[in-house]
């Protein structure tokens, strides 16, 4: 059932309609009246950020047909007028001159980057003949999709309707797909987007290899920084001394790949002395008994020689839990493909926040608000006679059928199993700094018949591409609004273009709506343009599209704790047995441990270290080096190494050095920093640098890509993650 915006709201919102809305702080303090930049008169576009996935809201100040600035929306129900600093260059984006300017199609060979120029028309039917005649040879199936994004959600639905159900993306393989299966293997649903963590109102947060502070997503750290305020206790697992570690009252420089050892030992501590939230589990959830049992030898000293972090500490957190349960913010983590044992560490990290009473509890992980949002009424889609080929549902049974499994993909291209891949279309993802391995990615991309890039920038991959499309910016185009159920207050947030776009770059949904009609697949597109289509999604939701268009954004009231649901919300736990399942019926029947167990992970051979990965507060993944402001602020990564390990090497602090991996892969020459803030055995590089794209100004040999150096990946059976952190370098001097 849709909730309702109340009436006083609605007037409120309506009036605000009529009015240009305030442009800045500087504004509401009154240094200048409303819509006024100073002596200049601007206009006022509301929209949402796309510099990274978060998509704070944000206002565009426009004069002349250019956008001036952007600053926050105070509007915005989430991030309530913040924009971090690659937010506020967004306008480098839009005005980037390396941008894709107009449609190119292939005249060297793959790799070359060699193109012509050519006509919208000329690229669009071109595609839709390659397209008809790659189904009427090989079936629709051999066409693969790999979208990123909201804005993908044009395309999704225009390969679905071509027939092919083969679409992945990085957020579920490579990111954080392994947590969303083992929380809803354990609660009955994934997390979503953003992570439903109550920060603000925790009395205890625990962060294991979550970087908040330096993954800037605006609200969520303003969240921690809120509920540190408050007094809120912080425990960090990190083998390296993060931003979020310099504030915690517990660091545990944990032994890579340890992690389920340490949730095992906390849950022995909670269960061996009754800390956890006896209540709360004799009311909502099963399998405590067979838990209780596998967990009875996983002691703080057993975990201590695995680990590496002191039995007295181990128990002095787990107590620190048990003491200021529920209110235990314990959270998921956003990029969980590490080890390959992913989503059982997730079931482990699941299971200890049942324990502690925390899933829809104040202060722990509060539950989503689902949102009655219409559809545009289309046929259905067809049904494939073969299948998926990246295994989702099948090799590997707990794997999304929505998001799929990019390696998947990329594996069923190289061997043409379980049948040949003859195209892929690529949409908002860089298919090589994105998935691991390249050289199987290169493999796969030479095995095509088709190759088609869409993007705003000149990336790598389009120098591997037969069709490269130039998209408009983010400030150029309307996309599928953001609709946020997992917010306390559920919101949904709109992307409209503050400018026409530049060049002959066009927004996607027109693109994917030019090829629909190419490819007699108009009835799956039953709108004029985008208004008629946000209409159609905002109705059964009473919002004015004015309102909308003009705030941005418009929430809800919500109820994200278990105490404020409703029978029309459903079941509490939409698990088979209608209880959270510490012991997991599911996994138990498709051959899996039902309980976590932890499994050791090779150490580094003689001489090199572990590679670990992080983010950096200016820089989204690969996305933002050719931005002149992100780049003025950090043009290039760094290894940290630690003193000793230095020390070793003969290393200075700034010299630079190549990183060579296990198989001989070497990197780009990257600066070193020596610091006693990471373990000896570990290097760490922030990622997303290193880009080999000459047409890149900025980017281009900048810093070294820590994907050029995964030629080795542990896959999780239960959902096809790729885990990562196998990977080991050493370092050679004056490479």
Not at 1 to 11: C, I, T
Not at 281 to 304: D, S
Not at 371 to 393: H, M, Q, T, W
Not at 687 to 714: C, I, P
């Amino acid at each position: 059932m849709g909730l309702k915006v109340s009436r006083r709201e609605f007037f409120k919102r309506s009036t605000a309609a009529t009015a240009v809305v305030a442009t800045s702080s500087a504004a509401a303090a009154g240094q200048h009246p409303v819509g006024w930049r100073g002596a200049t008169r601007v206009e006022t576009v509301a929209t949402n950020c796309e510099m990274c996935f978060w998509r704070c809201g944000a206002l565009a100040e426009i004069k002349d047909g250019k956008v001036l600035k952007l600053e926050g929306n105070p509007e915005h129900p989430l991030t309530k007028g913040r924009l971090c600093a690659r937010g506020n260059s967004g306008t480098k984006l839009l005005y980037d001159p390396d941008r894709l300017k107009n449609p190119m199609m292939r005249t060297g060979v793959r790799g070359e980057g060699k193109f012509r120029r050519v006509s919208w028309n000329e690229a669009l039917d071109f595609l839709a003949s390659r397209l008809l005649d790659i189904k009427t040879k090989y079936g629709p199936e051999s066409v693969a999709l790999f979208p990123h994004g909201v804005a993908a959600t044009f395309f999704t639905t225009l390969m679905r309707a071509y027939g092919s159900p083969n679409s992945a993306e990085p957020a579920f393989a490579q990111c954080r797909g392994p947590r969303e299966v083992g929380y809803a293997l354990t609660f009955g649903r994934p997390l979503g987007s953003p992570e439903p963590v109550d920060l603000e109102e925790s009395k205890l947060i625990v962060l294991i290899g979550s970087h908040i502070g330096e993954n800037v997503f605006t609200s969520q750290v303003t969240a921690f920084a809120e509920g540190l305020a408050r007094g809120a206790k912080l425990i960090v697992v990190d083998p390296r001394f993060s931003v979020a570690a310099s504030k915690a009252d517990w660091w545990l420089p944990i032994r890579p790949g340890t992690d389920i050892a340490l949730l095992l030992a906390w849950m022995n501590v909670l269960l061996g002395e009754g800390l956890y939230d006896k209540e709360y589990i004799g009311q909502y959830a099963e399998g405590l008994p067979q838990l209780e049992a596998h967990v009875r030898e996983f002691t703080p000293e057993w975990a201590e020689a695995i680990t590496e972090l002191p039995a007295h500490k181990i128990r002095e957190t787990a107590r620190a839990m048990g003491a200021m349960k529920p209110a235990v913010a314990l959270h998921p983590g956003r990029h969980t493909s590490w080890y390959g044992d992913d989503t059982q560490r997730a079931r482990a990290m699941a299971i200890l926040t049942a324990l502690l009473g925390s899933w829809g509890r104040k202060g722990g992980i509060f539950l989503p608000t689902a949102l009655n949002v219409g559809k545009p009424a289309i046929p259905p889609f067809p049904e494939s006679k073969r299948g998926r080929a990246d295994g989702a549902g099948t090799r590997f049974p707990f794997a999304s059928e929505e998001q799929g499994v990019t390696n998947g993909l990329v594996d069923a291209t190289v061997e043409e199993k379980p049948y040949p891949i003859k195209a892929w279309i690529v949409y908002g993802q860089n298919v090589l700094q994105s998935i691991p391995q390249r050289p199987k990615t290169h493999e796969a991309i030479n095995k095509l018949d088709l190759m088609v890039v869409v993007d705003v920038l000149p990336m790598e991959q389009i120098y591997y591409a037969d069709l490269v499309l130039p998209e408009a910016t983010y400030l150029e185009r309307y996309d599928f609004p953001q609709i946020v159920e997992s917010a306390k207050r559920p919101y949904i947030a709109l992307r409209q273009p503050a400018v026409s776009p530049l060049y002959e770059s066009k927004p996607g949904w027109w693109i994917a709506k030019q090829m629909a009609r190419r490819l007699g697949l108009e009835a799956y597109f039953p709108w004029a343009g985008p208004d008629e289509h946000l209409e159609t999604l905002i109705r059964p939701l009473g919002i004015d599209p004015a309102v909308l268009r003009t705030c941005g954004a418009v929430a809800y009231e919500g109820r994200p704790y278990i105490k404020d649901r409703l029978p029309s919300d459903g079941q509490l736990f939409p698990t088979p047995s209608g209880k959270i399942e510490l012991y997991s019926s599911m996994l138990k029947q498709a051959g899996f441990d039902p309980l976590p167990r932890y499994t050791s992970v090779e150490d580094p051979p003689p001489g090199y270290f572990r590679l670990i990965y992080g983010r950096a507060p200016v820089h989204s993944f690969a996305r933002t080096q050719n931005n002149a402001w992100l780049d003025a602020l950090m043009h290039e990564n760094q290894v940290w190494l630690a003193t000793a390990a230095a020390r070793d090497y003969g290393l200075e602090d700034g010299e630079r050095v190549i990183l060579e991996n296990q198989d001989g892969a070497r990197s780009l020459p990257i600066r070193v920093r020596i610091t006693a803030g990471i373990r000896k055995d570990c290097a760490y590089m922030v990622h997303g640098f290193g880009h080999r794209s000459r047409a890149l100004e900025l980017a281009y040999h900048r810093g070294a890509a820590d994907t050029q150096l995964m030629t080795r990946v542990k896959v999780d059976p239960i959902m096809g993650g790729t885990g990562l952190r196998v990977n080991f370098v050493r370092i050679v001097k004056n490479g």
